[in-house]
């Protein structure tokens, strides 16, 4: 009776060790207890000191809790993922990461027990991980070479020390700074919200989600447009979490009843800051924090590196050269239209122009160009700031978006009387565009005779060059899908997304897919004479205008994405 408290200590390796044989209860306990002495795993202590072989006990693990057992001499141990995790805490639960695919990390260990070692790696990458059973001598050497070659090298190009984590310069908008709230020391936090912050710009990410529940806190990520989880932090902390974000963007820490609005500049080297937008929202179970992170390289993408076809760039190109009329972008939010009209006012900014912009708020902040951040507040509205920008002697004009009947008026009498004007419709595509602003009350011959052009988009995701591979689709189904059965039968090559370690389940960056339609004559009567989008969209056709669908499945045929996405991003 006396041995048996000891037996439940044990591990379920342990137990299952004794009931094969291969240890006895005595000895087990007498190792268990000694590892437990000397903090170091279990496994790791039989195989040391020779009680058991670590074939042995990698098969009775295998057996015991169903994880598949790899040989890692298998493996190229010098293309291993290390970097993806901290060397200490490698060190400290003897797991090795091994492969990484989409969002989910592979790690080697020799003890199935250690849920540990699990949940701290997955809390630390933010990545969901998965166990692969090892021996424990093979794992050994395995570590001490893996990590021997990281310090050789030094580690990843993006990696980010704990001393930098700690010491990354930050700053806010001065207007809402309260310095009485900024007191808050608590550095695992600050370290914490650092290294989040890091990680999404290392991973390309656009926004951050911080959001509480009831008995969970999660951290999502928006990568090539999709959001995914990428931590759970401890819930007792995430109050923390929010005030250390607050105080950042200086806030007011003290009000949680109201939605606020921040800003962030994350210095992290003499050469590189980085913009965040940050919203909070008040919901059932705490704050909600979303961060914008502000790209100030997307001015420079460059039209040739937006996706559009030669003859939609020549179309395009051809209309914002012109020296007056109207422009506009369409497309749902998160589709890259302020990317588009930033690629188009870098090329048209020299030192001989006149550029103003008005946006709510200013995203991409560009020297040589006047930008005006939207105030309802004070009285400045979209109307306002036209109304000023005709009295500065603009050249062109940029307007953050068209949502209503007085701004709609200013900018078309501004593309009326000497200005190239520049702006966004939320609608679903060209034709619906002009219909859009008849309907908002702007007269036919108006629309008529200032728009030049129209230019609906949505952001596809980019097919992984490393892992894509040839889709199977039956001759109907891509009839179905759209393309002619002259591009079937001459052979249509699709291709499908895999999943690697270079990409996001399959996919990589995004493209543009577009619909760019110039504003004929004949388009012109049918506005005058009050046709619909649909009588637009017919016109556009006859003209040799391809629509989103047609312009999207072009790129699938290029191999660039694939029919899933296409359908994801252009269904109706």
Do not use: W
């Not at 006396?2 to 044990?10: G, K, M, R």
């Not at 040391?48 to 298998?74: N, Y």
């Amino acid at each position: 009776m006396a041995a048996s408290p000891a037996v439940v200590n044990l591990s379920g390796l342990a137990r299952r060790l004794i009931r094969d044989e291969l240890i006895s209860e005595d000895i087990a306990r007498k190792a268990y207890e000694e590892a437990q002495r000397r903090r170091e795993p279990f496994v790791q202590y039989l195989v040391e000191h020779k009680v058991l072989d670590s074939r042995s006990i990698a098969l009775a693990a295998s057996q015991e809790f169903g994880v598949p057992l790899l040989d890692l001499s298998a493996l190229d141990l010098s293309h291993l993922p290390v970097s993806l995790v901290d060397e200490k805490l490698i060190t400290k639960h003897r797991a090795l990461p091994i492969y990484k695919r989409g969002n989910r990390l592979f790690l080697a260990i020799s003890d199935p027990t250690n849920d540990q070692a699990l949940d701290e790696i997955r809390f630390n990458t933010g990545l969901a991980t998965d166990a692969i059973l090892v021996d424990e001598d093979k794992l050994a050497a395995a570590l001490l070479k893996a990590l021997e070659a990281t310090n050789a090298t030094g580690g990843a190009a993006t990696d980010v020390t704990d001393a930098e984590l700690e010491n990354i310069d930050v700053s806010g908008d001065e207007e809402t700074r309260n310095d009485d709230e900024t007191n808050i020391d608590d550095k695992p936090v600050v370290r914490y919200v650092n290294k989040i912050l890091v990680d999404a710009i290392t991973k390309g990410a656009s926004d951050i989600h911080f959001e509480p529940y009831e008995k969970s806190f999660r951290i999502r990520f928006r990568q090539d447009g999709l959001l995914s989880e990428v931590a759970n932090p401890p819930l007792n902390i995430a109050s923390r979490l929010v005030s250390r974000l607050k105080v950042m963007s200086r806030m007011n820490i003290a009000e949680r009843r109201i939605p606020q609005d921040g800003r962030i500049k994350l210095k992290l080297s003499r050469s590189r800051d980085i913009d965040f937008r940050v919203n909070t929202l008040p919901t059932l179970y705490g704050e909600k924090v979303v961060l914008r992170i502000l790209d100030s390289t997307a001015a420079t993408v460059g039209i040739d590196n937006l996706g559009m076809d030669p003859k939609q760039k020549t179309d395009f190109m051809q209309c914002i050269s012109k020296p007056y009329g109207m422009v506009l972008v369409t497309g749902p939010t998160g589709s890259g239209k302020t990317v588009t009209l930033y690629s188009a006012l870098n090329i048209l900014n020299k030192v001989d122009i006149n550029i103003s912009t008005v946006e709510d708020p200013v995203e991409i902040q560009v020297a040589g160009i006047n930008q005006v951040n939207l105030n309802p507040k004070s009285g400045l509205t979209f109307a306002a700031a036209l109304r000023a920008f005709l009295r500065q002697d603009p050249d062109i004009i940029m307007v953050g978006e068209i949502r209503d009947l007085e701004t709609a008026e200013i900018a078309v009498k501004a593309a009326q009387t000497g200005h190239l004007v520049l702006s966004t419709l939320h609608t679903n595509d060209a034709p619906q565009s002009l219909t859009r602003l008849a309907n908002m009350g702007v007269p036919p011959f108006n629309i008529a005779s200032s728009v030049l052009l129209i230019l609906a988009q949505r952001l596809a995701r980019k097919l992984c060059i490393h892992c894509k591979q040839i889709d199977q689709i039956p001759r109907e189904a891509l009839l179905e899908e759209g393309f002619t059965p002259e591009e079937v039968d001459a052979g249509v090559t699709i291709y499908k997304p895999i999943g690697c370690e270079h990409c996001n389940n399959g996919y990589k960056g995004r493209i543009g897919i577009f619909q760019v339609v110039r504003v004929s004559e004949a388009m012109g009567r049918l506005i005058m004479e009050g046709g619909n989008s649909l009588d637009l969209a017919k016109q556009a056709r006859q003209e040799g205008y391809a629509d989103l669908r047609l312009s999207g499945l072009r790129k699938v045929k290029a191999g660039i994405t694939s029919l899933q996405e296409l359908n994801r991003v252009t269904k109706d």
